[in-house]
């Protein structure tokens, strides 16, 4: 298996997603890897963590999805592997369900949620995100 942390989907990923989509709720599963240091791509000076610049994204983002009528159902940091081996682990992990595969690329593409990226881009070197849906509605 071949592993590689990204920034953003291809519209490859997008369509594929759509085209097997259902119009149903669906879960996020997004294994994040930090930066050291926060980079912003306008080239700001600052003093944050990865981590704390994440969390400023974190928040925003997790209001949107309040307001999109999903929720997110678990967040943590990575502490170890029980089962299986990768060369590097992730730094932590979260769960977030949206009502829709809809509903999270209308939100991903809105202008406020550009508006908060800007700190999930300076505090993140690459994640998974994996959309999952559960047995009752596959």
């Given at each position: 298996?071949?592993?590689i942390?990204?920034?953003?989907?291809?519209?490859?990923?997008?369509?594929?997603?759509?085209e097997?989509?259902?119009g149903g709720?669906?879960?996020m599963?997004?294994?994040?890897k930090?930066r050291?240091?926060?980079?912003?791509?306008?080239?700001?000076d600052?003093?944050?963590?990865?981590?704390?610049?994440?969390?400023?994204?974190?928040?925003g983002?997790?209001?949107?999805?309040?307001?999109?009528?999903?929720?997110?159902?678990?967040?943590?940091?990575?502490v170890?592997?029980?089962?299986?081996?990768?060369e590097?682990?992730?730094d932590?992990?979260?769960?977030a369900?949206?009502?829709s595969?809809?509903s999270f690329?209308?939100?991903?593409?809105?202008?406020e949620w550009?508006?908060?990226a800007?700190?999930?881009?300076?505090?993140?070197?690459?994640?998974?995100?994996?959309?999952?849906?559960?047995?009752?509605?596959?």
């Open positions: 298996m071949n592993v942390n990204q920034m953003n989907r291809t519209p490859e990923q997008a369509a594929t997603l759509l097997n989509d259902d709720p669906i879960a599963v997004n294994l994040i930090y050291d240091k926060a980079v912003y791509e306008d080239g700001r600052t003093q944050l963590t990865g981590r704390e610049a994440y969390a400023i994204y974190g928040a983002v997790s209001e949107m999805i309040h307001k999109l009528g999903g929720h997110i159902d678990y967040s943590g940091y990575i170890g592997m029980c089962v299986g081996e990768v590097e682990l992730w932590s992990i979260a769960v369900n949206y009502p595969l809809q690329l209308d939100m991903t593409s809105s202008p550009q508006a908060i800007v700190h999930r881009s300076a505090g993140i070197s690459g994640q998974l995100n994996i959309a999952a849906r559960s047995p009752s509605s596959a």
